[in-house]
């Protein structure tokens, strides 16, 4: 009996320690693709959640060989995700969605399971898995593909990006402003004065559908890097980035400073300790906002999909021996269409992904797409139209109006331009539904995020 | 001829490497002190104020051995003082105030002239002195006692400073609301909460003259820090504090994580690197809000001068090897005193300084105490009175209008309590002169710093 108790120690201490027994899962997604609620269901599915009925598709917990999970002791000196926060929010009267945070944080932990066979389930009566959850925006993945641009190049793709049917109006005056520049003066001034106006067009970028694609990630959020000179930084026009001068020279140098100690840094400091890595993509909002914005989603996902090529040309190859081994892409807010059309929305995402998924080597990563919703905020059901069963959502508007209605088909390609001409999508924004402290979060295919991400490692 | 050469160029390279050819000068103060404009004018007098009648007790310029001082490349990934902008404030019409920076910022110069004497300059025709001026708050100096302090003594003391009569009202609903609240209760919500509360205690104490003790100095402006849950820190009441619970134990926790993640690191990494130190102290607007924020300025600088006290047995000693080796105490604001009281100012801070210094050993460091004004705020003449030449000065108020008065007599020692009931000072403020660029920037002893702070290295 002392032996035996022995041995589970020892088997517990190995485990813990020597084994695999500790994960690392990025979460991310550009603003507004949900970030904040999907970790906030994930742990509420993971500590009050884990019934078979709520989360039928997770292997530990329909064959009730989960133990429980609870929160771990966080690291004191790393923010930490604001759980409680985000769970007042859905207890508001009426309930909001949780504030999105703007930098990295962090929520820890700890999975207790039985293990379903192999050595673990002889010696030991419980197995642990400690898991951290780690948020930040999909925005800094952006800044990867820097690295392989010179400034030059920078500006020019900057300015075919500013040049969409999106974004034309609203850059023009940035661009005249440029035009009227002497790139003699390289004064502080000078360089101040137009971060201001391009930090002003990024902030307007930021408030439009469909312009996801923001470059350079920090300008907006500096944090204590605030007043560092490197962050002088805007695309020159093309025609002037092209010509030496003391201001494309100036502006050249920032640039390099800025890959060095803010891209690089963050790859070899914070991105090298993911295990997994789950991307929140609001496929319907791009669809709302037309053609021009569907593209640039698709060229989004694409510099995304760079930081989880590991191919050994690649640039993190040159940076780190990346370690991510698995990456859920999944299609957020899924409840804003009506059930049957999930599918759809799911070959839409993959379709999204996939020139981007052909031209990468994945030589580590494996990659699955499906359609979620983190927190459910709408009901599915069908109203009689004409004598036939319509299937339709039914939600509060953000307005507070009560809304039933069929929100219309989500395409499972991608819609040529015309499409956009003929159709306008419209799916509506929702409250959250009202929740009470200790109910179930409802949510759509929870439990396949989770069997994804952490099913394997809870044998 | 082209040994000469040669040998002036090995004596340069000598200088500017193996000697003593770089210096880095913190400057630092209270909130309030006037940093931003000791900084702004210090710069300007250095590049553009280098003349004898501008900067008589200047050795170096009244020598005429001054060749001239310019910014330098600054380092582009550490925040760079924004000089540009706040000489634009100056510019304004009517002129206002640079605004106030929250955190480390620095500015280079480099600056040239001749040696007076010595193998520099019989080597070469001129030297060059690269010089780096280092902005930051004042606050964060007032946080190294914590490292001697357990949470408990902290707790203590923070509460007996809070029972002062300027403070005592203040603090009495976040009193009221720790007394209400369960020591065994150490969750997420009733931390952060009582955080919350804690922080709009901090900013009313902020905005109250004569509350310059504040702690801890990061809680208001947590940079990247912002979340972690170390900064859920306030000071429970001693009784509370002093009893084992969930909630005391947490709260030690975060304070211990606390001083060794934000106190020590900042002395470890950017307070070593400093060779000099000057400390502005606003002794007038202390008189003006009576005998509890006199006390409580002597208190804090007694504090702040632990950061300058290199004894064998002292806090700094045990973290590293401190450099700095020369300090000037500076009150500012001089100008808004009439002339013949500037004396009585020096004599005030230097009681004020009096007790502390004594305590301390100042092993390397030499010091200095002045009055002084970084960018003159008034002019000074005499008005009759009775056919009696008296003393006044001119200038233009916060609300716009032109004032001419007498501001009233500087203490040259600390006031008795009673002092106060019977007399109020009044130390108007007022708005900058108005300046124009490439004018030269008014003020009272800049001289007599740079001379303290400098002369000995232009040489």
Redesign the interface.
Known sequence: MDLLNKLQHQGHELTSRALDRHLRIGVTGLSGSGKTAFITSLVQQLTVGDQPDNLPFFDVVRQQRYLGGRLAA????????????NL?ALQQTPPIWPPS?Q?W?QLSLKLRYKAASGLRAHLQSRSELALDIIDYPGEWLLDLPLLDLSYTQWCEFSWQLFAKTHRKDIAAPFAALLSSVDPQNA???QL?TLTEQYKQLLQQFHQTPGAYLNQPGRLLVP????????LQLFPLLPVQANAASPLSNKLA??YD?YR??VIKPFYQQHFSGLDRQVILVDCLSALNAGHAAVSELQQALQLILQSFNYGPSSILGRLFKPSISKVLFAASKADHATPEQHKALTLLLQQLLQQPLKQSQYQAATTEAMSIAAIRASKSGFVQVDGLAQPCISGVGINAQALTYFPGEVPAKLPAASTFNQHKFGFLPLRPLPWQENQLIPHVRMDHVLQYILGDKLR
Chains 1, 2 share one sequence.
């Open positions: 966080p690291l004191l000196d790393v923010p930490r995700f604001p759980l409680e926060a007042r945070t930098g944080s004064t502080e001034l101040q944090g204590t890097l605030a007043g560092a000179p490197m140098q920032h400073s060095k100690h």
